[in-house]
C-alpha cells in the first residue's frame, strides 16, 4: 500500500477527521443485501472502499456508502480515532459537536445526541437510556459501557436522530453503533504503546490469523492506567485517576459456502480510585441563614483545601471506589438464502458495579458511607433477513431482551450529620448521637423483557427516487421492587410513623418505605418514513418523520412518603413519545474531494422522563415521572476539503435550539429552594419562609444542550526518509468548542457551564507499517467544568468536576 493512497478516504459524514485514514488496496462497493458480517473479509476491506472514495456503513443493518444512506451519520476509524487519542466515548464527544457524554462515575453517566437520551444526573435501575448502544450487533442496555475504552474496533457509527425501526426501543435520540476488527485470514497483528504526564501509559495489542482454511481468531487486549486530577490532602493520594483493562477474543468459522459463525466473548474492567467531585462555590438558598453552608462549616469549625476548584484540591473523608466490570459473550450466525442472508445474534452478558462515594461532597464526617453495588445479567436475541427484490431491499425481524437487576445499596451517616441536617433551633442538632451511625439498606430488583418484530423497506420508484417505510412494534415487560430499611446507630429498625423526637429526625434524614411486585407493561408502535432523492451521482436530498418511544419503567429510586405511607402511584413512569422530523442533504463535489452535508431537524417529546416534585403531596422528595413535554430543533453542518494528498481540512458545526414546553412541577432551582414545605409554585419567598417546592420551568433550557458547537482541525503531511525508511512527516490540529449549557435538571444560576474552547496537537512520522508521534492535549490549558451539580440538603454547596488540564505524551505502533 503506498502513502498516496492516503488521498482516497474522504470523510463522507459527520466526522471528516475521516479524511486522516488511509485507504486499503482498492475493494468495489458492496451490491445487494450484504450484511455486517460481510466484514470478516479484512480489516478494511469492507469498511473503507478506496475504488468509490466513500466510507462503508452498516448502519441500515446492510453494508452501504456512508453518502448514499438517508440517516445523518458520524463515522471514526480505528487510525481517527487512535491519532486522535479518542479511546472512549468521552474523549469521541470532543470531535463530534452532537455527541454529549456526562459522567460523575460510570453508573451515573449519561450519553446525549442532539441533546436528548438521559437527563443529567438521572441514574434509575428502572428506566432505559435514549440512546441504544451496540458492539458488534449487541444491544448493551447499561451506559457504563461508555466509560470503558474501545477495545480492538474498526470503526464507531453515531447515527442521529431516532432509530426506533431498526434499532429497537429506547433509540429516541440516535444510536451508536460500533463494530469490531474481525478475524483474519490472513496473519496480521498491531502494537500500540503510549505514555504522558500524570503518569499515563496505555497499551494496545491485536493477533489475527488462521487456525485452518476454514477458521480464523482474533485476540486483542489494552490497559490503561492514569494519576488522578486531584489532589486528596485528607489522604495524601492522587484521586479521580484511570485504571482500565479489556480483553477481547473472537473466533470465525466459515461451515459452508453459505454459513458461518463468529464466536465473540470480551472482558473489562475498571478499578480506580475515583469518583469524587469537589467544592466549586457557595450559592445562597432560601433556607435559613444558619441552615446554609457558610453558618453550617463555620459551627463545625470546617474550611474546604481551597475554593478555587482549578487547584484541584479535595479532603473527602469517606472511601474512593468505582470498580466497574462488564463482560460477556455472542454467537452471530450468517447464512446466505435465497437473495439475501439470515441473520441470529445471540448474546449474553453481565455488568458488576461496586463503588464507594462521598456525597457530602466534604472532609466532615456527615456521610460516610454511600454506595449502591449492583449486579446484572442481561441476554440478548436478534433473527432478522436481510434481502432484495426486483426495485427494493428490505429487512425484516425479531428481537428478545431480558434483564435481571439486583441493587443493593447502603447510605450511613456520620457524627458532623446532626449539625448538618438537623435545623440549629433544635437542640438535637447538638447531639451527634441522634444521626451517627444512622444507615439506610436498601435492596432494589428488577426483572425486564422486552420483545419485538419490525420491517424496513426501501423502494425504488426510479432509479434516482427512493421511499422507505419501516415499523417495530415492541412489548414492555418489567417487575420491581424498592425496600429500603433505616436503623439507628444502636441497630434499631426507625419507624416508618410516630416515634420520639429523635426517630422523627432520623426519619427525615433517611426515610424507610417498600414496595413490591411493581409492574409495568405496556405495547407501543414505533414507524418512519424517509422519502430520498439523487439527482445526480454524488448530491442526496431527503426528508424523514418518524414517530417513535422511549420505554417507560418504574421508580427504582424511591418514591413519595406521606404518613409513613410510600405513594406507589407515582412507582410507574409512562414511556416518552417521540415525533421527529428531519430534512438533510448530503453532498461531494470537485472530483469528491470536498463533502459538505447539511441537516435540519425538530424534535418533539411528550410524557419526557424526568425528575419531578409533587407539590399536592407536600413533600420535598423528587422522584421520576413525566414532564409535560420538550423540544429539541437545529441544524447541522459538516464539511471536509482534502485539495491535495498533502493536506485535509473539516469543520463541524451545529445549532441547537432547546426547551421545556411544559413542565410545571419540576425541582426547583437551588436559589429557590430550601426555604419551606409549602406547595407553592411561583416567585421565591425571603429566606426561611414558604418558598416554592416545585416550579414551573416552562420555556427555559434543558440540561447539557450547548446553543452553538463545533470541531474542527486538519492535517499537513510532506514525504520524507527517516532512518532508511520511506514515509512522511505530519503535523495535526483539532479543536471543539461548545457554548454556554445548563449543569443543571431545573436551569439555576449557580450551574451554568461556560462555554470553552479545547486544541489539541500532534507530530509524527508513518510509514505503511510504523507510527510514531507526540500530541498534547488542552494545549492553552483550559479551565472548565464537565459538569456542577447542587448538593444533598439545599445548603448552597456547588460542587463539580473540572475537565482535564494540559496533558501530553508521546505513541508508538506497528502493525505487520
Same mark, same amino acid.
Given at each position: 500500500?503506498?502513502?498516496? &493512497?492516503?488521498?482516497?478516504?474522504?470523510?463522507?459524514?459527520?466526522?471528516?477527521?475521516?479524511?486522516?485514514?488511509?485507504?486499503?488496496?482498492?475493494?468495489?462497493?458492496?451490491?445487494?443485501?450484504?450484511?455486517?458480517?460481510?466484514?470478516?473479509?479484512?480489516?478494511?476491506?469492507?469498511?473503507?472502499?478506496?475504488?468509490?472514495?466513500?466510507?462503508?456503513?452498516?448502519?441500515?443493518?446492510?453494508?452501504?456508502?456512508?453518502?448514499?444512506? @438517508?440517516?445523518?451519520?458520524?463515522?471514526?476509524?480505528?487510525?481517527?480515532?487512535?491519532?486522535?487519542?479518542? =479511546?472512549?466515548?468521552?474523549?469521541?464527544?470532543?470531535?463530534?459537536?452532537?455527541?454529549?457524554?456526562?459522567?460523575?462515575?460510570?453508573?451515573?453517566?449519561?450519553?446525549?445526541?442532539?441533546?436528548?437520551?438521559?437527563?443529567?444526573?438521572?441514574?434509575?435501575?428502572?428506566?432505559?437510556?435514549?440512546?441504544?448502544?451496540?458492539?458488534?450487533?449487541?444491544?448493551?442496555?447499561?451506559?457504563?459501557?461508555?466509560?470503558?475504552?474501545?477495545?480492538?474496533?474498526?470503526?464507531?457509527?453515531?447515527?442521529?436522530?431516532?432509530?426506533? +425501526?431498526?434499532?429497537?426501543?429506547?433509540?429516541?435520540?440516535?444510536?451508536?453503533?460500533?463494530?469490531? &476488527?474481525?478475524?483474519?485470514?490472513?496473519?496480521?497483528?498491531?502494537?500500540?504503546?503510549?505514555?504522558?504526564?500524570?503518569?499515563?501509559?496505555?497499551?494496545?495489542?491485536?493477533?489475527?490469523? @488462521?487456525?485452518?482454511?476454514?477458521?480464523?481468531?482474533?485476540?486483542?487486549?489494552?490497559? #490503561?492506567?492514569?494519576?488522578?486530577?486531584?489532589?486528596?490532602?485528607?489522604?495524601? #493520594?492522587?484521586?479521580?485517576?484511570?485504571?482500565?483493562?479489556?480483553?477481547?477474543?473472537?473466533?470465525?468459522?466459515?461451515?459452508?459456502?453459505?454459513?458461518?459463525?463468529?464466536?465473540?466473548?470480551?472482558?473489562?474492567?475498571?478499578?480506580?480510585?475515583?469518583?469524587?467531585?469537589?467544592?466549586?462555590?457557595?450559592?445562597?438558598?432560601?433556607?435559613?441563614?444558619?441552615?446554609?453552608?457558610?453558618?453550617?462549616?463555620?459551627?463545625?469549625?470546617?474550611?474546604? %483545601?481551597?475554593?478555587? @476548584?482549578?487547584?484541584?484540591?479535595?479532603? *473527602?473523608?469517606?472511601?474512593?471506589?468505582?470498580?466497574?466490570? /462488564?463482560?460477556?459473550?455472542?454467537?452471530?450466525?450468517?447464512?446466505?438464502?435465497?437473495?439475501?442472508?439470515?441473520?441470529?445474534?445471540?448474546?449474553?452478558?453481565?455488568?458488576?458495579?461496586?463503588?464507594?462515594?462521598?456525597?457530602?461532597?466534604?472532609?466532615? %464526617?456527615?456521610?460516610?458511607?454511600?454506595?449502591?453495588?449492583? !449486579?446484572?445479567?442481561? =441476554? #440478548?436475541?436478534?433473527?432478522?433477513?436481510?434481502?432484495?427484490?426486483?426495485?427494493?431491499?428490505?429487512?425484516?425481524?425479531?428481537?428478545?431482551?431480558?434483564?435481571?437487576?439486583?441493587?443493593?445499596?447502603?447510605?450511613?451517616?456520620?457524627?458532623?450529620?446532626?449539625?448538618?441536617?438537623?435545623? %440549629?433551633?433544635?437542640?438535637?442538632?447538638?447531639?451527634?448521637? *441522634?444521626?451517627?451511625?444512622?444507615?439506610?439498606?436498601?435492596?432494589?430488583?428488577?426483572?425486564?423483557?422486552?420483545?419485538?418484530?419490525?420491517?424496513?423497506?426501501?423502494?425504488?420508484?426510479?432509479?434516482?427516487? +427512493?421511499?422507505?417505510?419501516?415499523?417495530?412494534?415492541?412489548?414492555?415487560? &418489567?417487575?420491581?421492587?424498592?425496600?429500603?430499611?433505616?436503623?439507628?446507630?444502636?441497630?434499631?429498625?426507625?419507624?416508618?410513623?410516630?416515634?420520639?423526637?429523635?426517630?422523627?429526625?432520623?426519619?427525615?434524614?433517611?426515610?424507610?418505605?417498600?414496595?413490591?411486585?411493581?409492574?409495568?407493561?405496556?405495547?407501543?408502535?414505533?414507524?418512519?418514513?424517509?422519502?430520498?432523492?439523487?439527482?445526480?451521482?454524488?448530491?442526496?436530498?431527503?426528508?424523514?418523520?418518524?414517530? +417513535?418511544?422511549?420505554?417507560?419503567?418504574?421508580?427504582?429510586?424511591?418514591?413519595?412518603?406521606?404518613?409513613?405511607?410510600?405513594?406507589?402511584?407515582?412507582?410507574?413512569?409512562?414511556? !416518552? &413519545?417521540?415525533?421527529?422530523? !428531519?430534512?438533510?442533504?448530503?453532498?461531494?463535489?470537485?472530483?469528491?474531494?470536498?463533502?459538505?452535508?447539511?441537516?435540519?431537524?425538530?424534535?418533539?417529546?411528550?410524557?419526557?422522563?424526568?425528575?419531578?416534585?409533587?407539590?399536592?403531596?407536600?413533600?420535598?422528595?423528587?422522584?421520576?415521572?413525566?414532564?409535560?413535554?420538550?423540544?429539541?430543533?437545529?441544524?447541522?453542518?459538516?464539511?471536509?476539503?482534502?485539495?491535495?494528498?498533502?493536506?485535509?481540512?473539516?469543520?463541524?458545526?451545529?445549532? +441547537?435550539?432547546?426547551?421545556?414546553?411544559?413542565?410545571?412541577?419540576?425541582?426547583?432551582?437551588?436559589?429557590?429552594?430550601?426555604?419551606?414545605?409549602?406547595?407553592?409554585?411561583?416567585?421565591?419567598?425571603?429566606?426561611? #419562609?414558604?418558598?416554592?417546592?416545585?416550579?414551573?420551568?416552562?420555556?427555559?433550557?434543558?440540561?447539557?444542550?450547548?446553543?452553538?458547537?463545533?470541531?474542527?482541525?486538519?492535517?499537513?503531511?510532506?514525504?520524507?526518509?527517516?532512518?532508511?525508511?520511506?514515509?512522511?512527516?505530519?503535523?495535526?490540529?483539532?479543536?471543539?468548542?461548545?457554548?454556554?449549557?445548563?449543569?443543571?435538571?431545573?436551569?439555576?444560576?449557580?450551574?451554568?457551564?461556560?462555554?470553552?474552547?479545547?486544541?489539541?496537537?500532534? /507530530?509524527?512520522?508513518?510509514?505503511?507499517?510504523?507510527?510514531?508521534?507526540?500530541?498534547?492535549?488542552?494545549? =492553552?490549558?483550559?479551565?472548565?467544568?464537565?459538569? /456542577?451539580?447542587?448538593?444533598?440538603?439545599?445548603?448552597?454547596?456547588?460542587?463539580?468536576?473540572?475537565?482535564?488540564?494540559?496533558?501530553?505524551?508521546?505513541?508508538?505502533? /506497528?502493525?505487520?
Amino acid at each position: 500500500m503506498s502513502l498516496s &493512497k492516503l488521498a482516497l478516504t474522504l470523510l463522507v459524514t459527520t466526522t471528516p477527521i475521516a479524511a486522516y485514514a488511509q485507504s486499503s488496496d482498492p475493494v468495489p462497493a458492496q451490491q445487494g443485501p450484504s450484511t455486517p458480517g460481510d466484514q470478516d473479509r479484512g480489516e478494511e476491506d469492507v469498511q473503507r472502499s478506496a475504488a468509490s472514495s466513500e466510507i462503508i456503513v452498516t448502519a441500515r443493518r446492510r453494508l452501504e456508502q456512508a453518502q448514499d444512506v @438517508p440517516i445523518p451519520i458520524s463515522v471514526v476509524g480505528v487510525k481517527e480515532l487512535d491519532s486522535t487519542g479518542s =479511546f472512549n466515548v468521552q474523549r469521541l464527544q470532543q470531535i463530534q459537536p452532537t455527541l454529549q457524554f456526562y459522567s460523575s462515575n460510570p453508573r451515573n453517566s449519561s450519553v446525549n445526541i442532539r441533546g436528548l437520551g438521559a437527563p443529567l444526573g438521572l441514574t434509575n435501575d428502572g428506566i432505559d437510556q435514549g440512546v441504544g448502544v451496540y458492539i458488534d450487533q449487541v444491544y448493551f442496555s447499561r451506559v457504563a459501557v461508555a466509560t470503558l475504552d474501545f477495545l480492538d474496533i474498526q470503526q464507531v457509527e453515531t447515527l442521529r436522530g431516532p432509530q426506533g +425501526t431498526l434499532y429497537g426501543k429506547n433509540t429516541v435520540a440516535g444510536a451508536i453503533n460500533i463494530t469490531s &476488527k474481525a478475524p483474519s485470514f490472513t496473519f496480521e497483528g498491531r502494537a500500540e504503546l503510549t505514555v504522558g504526564n500524570l503518569e499515563f501509559k496505555q497499551a494496545k495489542a491485536s493477533v489475527s490469523g @488462521p487456525l485452518s482454511d476454514t477458521v480464523a481468531v482474533r485476540l486483542g487486549a489494552s490497559t #490503561t492506567s492514569r494519576q488522578g486530577t486531584v489532589y486528596n490532602v485528607a489522604s495524601g #493520594t492522587y484521586i479521580n485517576g484511570q485504571d482500565n483493562i479489556g480483553i477481547r477474543g473472537a473466533l470465525l468459522w466459515k461451515v459452508s459456502d453459505t454459513l458461518k459463525l463468529t464466536l465473540s466473548g470480551d472482558y473489562n474492567r475498571q478499578n480506580p480510585n475515583c469518583c469524587a467531585q469537589i467544592y466549586v462555590r457557595y450559592g445562597p438558598t432560601q433556607r435559613a441563614a444558619n441552615r446554609q453552608y457558610p453558618a453550617l462549616t463555620a459551627a463545625l469549625g470546617y474550611a474546604v %483545601p481551597s475554593t478555587n @476548584p482549578f487547584d484541584r484540591l479535595t479532603d *473527602v473523608d469517606a472511601e474512593l471506589n468505582a470498580l466497574n466490570v /462488564l463482560g460477556g459473550a455472542s454467537l452471530r450466525a450468517e447464512l446466505e438464502l435465497g437473495n439475501g442472508t439470515l441473520t441470529s445474534v445471540s448474546a449474553w452478558r453481565f455488568w458488576d458495579w461496586g463503588p464507594k462515594n462521598d456525597r457530602d461532597f466534604t472532609g466532615l %464526617p456527615i456521610t460516610t458511607l454511600s454506595q449502591n453495588p449492583t !449486579e446484572q445479567t442481561q =441476554f #440478548t436475541q436478534e433473527l432478522r433477513y436481510a434481502g432484495e427484490g426486483n426495485g427494493f431491499d428490505y429487512v425484516v425481524g425479531a428481537f428478545a431482551f431480558y434483564q435481571d437487576i439486583h441493587t443493593t445499596g447502603t447510605q450511613r451517616q456520620g457524627s458532623a450529620a446532626s449539625r448538618w441536617l438537623i435545623n %440549629p433551633s433544635n437542640a438535637l442538632s447538638n447531639d451527634p448521637t *441522634v444521626l451517627d451511625g444512622l444507615t439506610a439498606n436498601n435492596d432494589i430488583r428488577l426483572k425486564n423483557f422486552s420483545g419485538a418484530v419490525f420491517a424496513k423497506v426501501n423502494w425504488e420508484i426510479t432509479d434516482r427516487f +427512493t421511499l422507505s417505510p419501516g415499523i417495530r412494534v415492541n412489548y414492555d415487560d &418489567k417487575l420491581g421492587s424498592y425496600v429500603s430499611i433505616v436503623r439507628d446507630g444502636q441497630g434499631n429498625l426507625v419507624p416508618s410513623t410516630g416515634g420520639t423526637a429523635r426517630q422523627i429526625e432520623q426519619r427525615t434524614a433517611l426515610t424507610p418505605q417498600a414496595f413490591r411486585g411493581e409492574k409495568f407493561r405496556e405495547w407501543n408502535l414505533s414507524y418512519d418514513f424517509t422519502a430520498s432523492y439523487k439527482p445526480t451521482r454524488d448530491i442526496l436530498v431527503y426528508a424523514t418523520y418518524a414517530h +417513535t418511544f422511549k420505554s417507560g419503567g418504574l421508580n427504582l429510586n424511591g418514591v413519595p412518603v406521606v404518613a409513613g405511607v410510600a405513594q406507589t402511584q407515582f412507582a410507574q413512569v409512562k414511556p !416518552e &413519545k417521540v415525533d421527529h422530523f !428531519e430534512i438533510g442533504a448530503k453532498t461531494q463535489f470537485w472530483d469528491r474531494r470536498v463533502t459538505f452535508n447539511l441537516t435540519g431537524y425538530w424534535t418533539s417529546i411528550k410524557d419526557y422522563q424526568a425528575l419531578v416534585n409533587d407539590g399536592q403531596n407536600a413533600t420535598l422528595r423528587g422522584y421520576l415521572a413525566n414532564a409535560g413535554e420538550v423540544r429539541v430543533r437545529g441544524i447541522e453542518a459538516d464539511l471536509s476539503f482534502r485539495p491535495s494528498d498533502r493536506l485535509s481540512l473539516y469543520v463541524n458545526g451545529a445549532y +441547537t435550539d432547546h426547551e421545556y414546553v411544559e413542565f410545571r412541577n419540576a425541582p426547583c432551582p437551588p436559589e429557590l429552594s430550601g426555604g419551606g414545605t409549602g406547595a407553592v409554585i411561583g416567585a421565591p419567598g425571603t429566606p426561611g #419562609t414558604n418558598s416554592p417546592t416545585a416550579c414551573d420551568i416552562s420555556g427555559q433550557w434543558l440540561p447539557g444542550i450547548s446553543n452553538w458547537a463545533f470541531s474542527f482541525g486538519g492535517e499537513y503531511n510532506i514525504p520524507a526518509n527517516l532512518l532508511g525508511e520511506d514515509g512522511e512527516v505530519y503535523f495535526g490540529a483539532d479543536g471543539n468548542y461548545r457554548s454556554k449549557f445548563s449543569s443543571n435538571a431545573s436551569r439555576s444560576i449557580y450551574t451554568d457551564i461556560d462555554g470553552y474552547a479545547l486544541a489539541n496537537f500532534r /507530530l509524527g512520522f508513518r510509514t505503511d507499517k510504523f507510527n510514531i508521534f507526540g500530541w498534547v492535549r488542552n494545549a =492553552f490549558d483550559q479551565e472548565y467544568f464537565d459538569l /456542577l451539580a447542587t448538593t444533598p440538603g439545599n445548603t448552597g454547596l456547588i460542587a463539580g468536576n473540572p475537565g482535564d488540564p494540559r496533558t501530553f505524551g508521546a505513541t508508538v505502533s /506497528l502493525s505487520f
